[in-house]
């Protein structure tokens, strides 16, 4: 509890503060309540009354004190004769809840108590807060202008991977309770973003992606099966094509144990003559490192085995993926034809794995050069996605953390490489892009960083709206051989 302490000075909460926000952000909850609930009636001595407020102290061996909405002062309700005491398991100081109780005289008798989830909408307004033990803090304005701070679940876990994805500007909506004066996330959505709503292929995140019109979906088409779990991909192409289709792959992100293949953010390639696919893969905690790129290399080996099923020209795939995902992007990039990677995931492993371009989006590039940097994945916690990628702490895997690192088969031989990193990433460090760039430079390998200043861990729309055409054009020379200047095709 020291370190969300910490965390919520740091960002200018005070404590105080935060009881009186959750008052502000909760309060209209009591609105909504049911018809028997809010404000105490007036009854008549023995009548049982409802109602709802904020508990100001944790209850005691024979009463508990309720802030009651509507009332003035904090009142004391002693437990009656039938009163369950298990009922305050998980209720603690500063938690807003609904209560029946007898009132006689002065005198209250508590029957039941219930704690409320009150919801939160609102506007991430910072970079998500590392806490310790796996568990995270955001600070969220809401609707009404005002700021408060959301910390992970506790024992964290049930939201964790979900919120240390977000990025300041991201708009969310959070069902907590509080205890201990902290507000704790039960359940948390990301909303689209304005942008996303008025996009063609607005979706929510995580579901599958609007398609535009005149494109075609094949969904879970299985590229390999490892014991009794499908390997699945979908596969975006026009619904018309005109000869065979250059392809990209999207790897999702996902710290290696989360993500999917849903959201796909490159359809929008279709409607300029590409053929799209997007993979899901092995997460480390059904299968460490290799399984997640032997997986990704037998997609890659499916989708060019069958090339002609799908109108796909096999000699021109290039691959794009973020965080987790752009490593595996840049480790398909940097170690073509390196037989201890291929595995022999697939039924087409005589089938070249080499990819013919890479964007990487802000992926590990070498994991042990974490260290050191204000970020919050460890080297040195089990709990970290780096140690569970490879089984355990990095310095006591340094064999496995070596063979997972794209930086180590760099070389000349390497397919031309878009890397794209923001310089305020608190989850992969910016070095892990600066060393993969002079590393393929030094090598003489076709390599451009750019660089999004103030980026965190993902960008907002304004970041990715000019990122787009960047994307497109690298795309266009590597996989069609047009000029991004004359836009005709090269020689």
Not at 26 to 44: E, F, H, I, R
Not at 194 to 212: I, T
Request: net charge positive.
């Amino acid at each position: 509890m020291q370190n969300n302490r910490q965390a919520t000075r740091a960002l200018g909460i005070d404590k105080h503060l935060a009881w009186l926000a959750s008052l502000a952000v909760v309060g209209w909850a009591s609105l909504a309540l049911a018809a028997d609930a809010g404000k105490p009636k007036d009854a008549k001595a023995g009548d049982t009354i409802t109602a709802a407020g904020i508990l100001t102290t944790d209850g005691n061996v024979n009463s508990l004190v309720v802030l009651t909405d509507g009332e003035e002062a904090p009142a004391k309700y002693e437990f009656g004769g039938g009163f369950d005491k298990q009922t305050l398991k998980g209720i603690f100081s500063v938690s807003r809840v609904q209560l029946a109780y007898i009132k006689d005289g002065d005198r209250r008798t508590l029957l039941k108590i219930k704690k409320e989830t009150p919801v939160a909408t609102g506007t991430v307004t910072g970079s998500v807060v590392f806490l310790g033990n796996n568990a995270f803090w955001i600070a969220v304005k809401t609707k009404d202008g005002h700021t408060d701070g959301y910390a992970d679940s506790w024992p964290p876990g049930k939201v964790s991977a979900t919120l240390k994805t977000l990025h300041k500007g991201d708009t969310v909506k959070i069902k907590y309770h509080t205890d201990f004066e902290r507000h704790r996330i039960d359940a948390l959505e990301v909303l689209p973003t304005p942008a996303q709503v008025n996009s063609p292929n607005a979706a929510a995140p995580g579901q599958a992606v609007k398609l535009p019109e005149g494109v075609q979906a094949l969904r879970d088409v299985e590229y390999a099966k490892v014991g009794a779990k499908s390997l699945l991909l979908d596969i975006f192409k026009p619904a018309a094509p005109t000869g065979k289709l250059p392809l990209v792959v999207w790897i999702h992100g996902g710290a290696w144990r989360g993500g999917s293949k849903a959201s796909c953010p490159l359809i929008h390639l279709t409607g300029r003559g590409y053929a799209v696919a997007s993979i899901d893969y092995r997460f480390s905690q059904e299968a460490i490192f290799p399984a997640q790129i032997e997986d990704c290399k037998a997609a890659i080996r499916f989708l060019r085995a069958n090339a002609a099923k799908y109108a796909i020209d096999g000699n021109h795939i290039g691959v794009a993926g973020d965080s987790a995902g752009g490593h595996l992007v840049a480790l398909l990039g940097t170690s073509g034809g390196v037989k201890d990677l291929e595995g022999a995931v697939g039924d087409n492993l005589t089938v070249s794995s080499a990819v013919q371009c890479v964007v990487d989006y802000y992926g590990p590039s070498d994991l042990m050069k974490f260290k050191g940097q204000p970020v919050w994945p460890k080297t040195d916690d089990p709990h970290s996605p780096l140690c569970q990628l490879v089984g355990g702490l990095l310095n006591e895997k340094q064999d496995l953390v070596t063979k997972a690192n794209p930086i180590t088969y760099v070389s000349k031989k390497a397919p031309p490489f878009l890397i794209i990193h923001g310089n305020a990433d608190n989850t992969v460090p910016f070095n892990q892009s600066e060393l993969l760039v002079a590393a393929l430079k030094t090598a003489g390998a076709d390599v451009t960083l750019e660089v999004v200043k103030g980026g965190g861990h993902g960008f907002n729309p304004e970041q990715t709206q000019r990122l787009t055409p960047l994307v497109t054009a690298f795309f266009d020379r590597c996989l069609r051989g047009v000029n991004a200047t004359t836009g005709s095709a090269g020689q």
